[in-house]
């Protein structure tokens, strides 16, 4: 499995970015795709889960401004930003994991088994 994130830049505050994440040899059906992001000297949190079955999960913070999408037959799950403010600047990973035993998907870093190089983020 490989994940390739990509569509990270530098924008202006109000501005948009869509990042996408390719998905090789992954099975989306029964699983989870989530974004995380981390800060300059900050923890890797959590921004988004998808679920197989087409739900998301926003953190407060994001919600109204994100939307997190896919093109199955792609395997691409894109995450598009709108509305950027300076503390959403960070490194953008994508992760891939099952869902968990009560059939949703966490926002629990250590839960994904698989993980992106990252796709830098800079809002100013």
């Known amino acids: 499995v490989q994940l390739v994130e990509s569509g990270g830049g530098s924008v202006q505050p109000g501005g948009s970015l869509r990042l996408s994440c390719e998905a090789s040899g992954y099975s989306f059906r029964g699983s989870c795709v989530a974004w995380f992001r981390q800060g300059p000297g900050k923890e890797r949190d959590w921004v988004s889960t998808l679920r197989s079955d087409g739900s998301t999960r926003y953190r407060d913070s994001v919600k109204g401004r994100f939307t997190l999408s896919k093109d199955t037959a792609k395997n691409l799950f894109y995450l598009q930003m709108n509305s950027l403010k300076p503390e959403d600047t960070g490194m953008y990973y994508c992760?891939?994991?099952?869902?968990?035993?009560?059939?949703?998907?966490?926002?629990?870093?250590?839960?994904?088994?698989?993980w992106g190089q990252g796709t830098q983020v800079t809002v100013s």
């Open positions: 992760a891939a994991g099952p869902v968990n035993e009560y059939g949703g998907c966490p926002g629990d870093k250590n839960h994904y088994d698989y």
